[in-house]
């Protein structure tokens, strides 16, 4: 997943772009993972084609698919727990996970907000940055 916003960050977005400086940190490592992975672990006669039940195709289909079908949107954690109907503290008042979690996707939402608000005064700024516009479908793609 993480691999294409890496790739379209470092294809469309500026070394100056203050978004650059906010995604980058999250990519150390990743092509070098990924490249690793594609090599050795889910290659055949690798561990994934040792160790699961499919073989390596199907495994790597079953990946691929999951990788091409996944929504950020849903995924949220808000959306998440509403999703799995673990939200309501009313009807799970003893939820640990969701309860700790919350806390810290908040801290994380409002010190991005905060962020992202230093450079953009509102949507129709993010509308105009045109290193972003380029972004946004790249780092949606299906292949790099």
Not at 35 to 42: F, N, R
């Amino acid at each position: 997943m993480i691999e294409t916003v890496a790739v379209a960050t470092h294809r469309h977005l500026a070394e100056a772009h203050p978004l650059w400086a906010l995604l980058v940190p999250h990519f150390e490592g990743t092509m070098f993972i990924n490249y690793e992975a594609a090599t050795s672990l889910i290659t055949a006669g690798g561990p994934i084609d040792r160790i699961f039940g499919g073989t390596i195709a199907s495994s790597q289909q079953m990946a691929a698919g999951a990788r091409f079908s996944f929504d950020f949107n849903e995924r949220m954690l808000p959306n998440d727990l509403k999703a799995r109907g673990v939200d309501d503290a009313g009807k799970l008042p003893d939820y640990p996970y969701r309860d700790d979690a919350l806390l810290v996707w908040q801290a994380i939402h409002e010190w991005v907000k905060g962020y992202v608000g230093l450079y953009y005064a509102d949507d129709t700024a993010v509308a105009a940055d045109t290193e972003l516009l380029a972004w946004v479908p790249q780092s949606r793609a299906r292949g790099n």
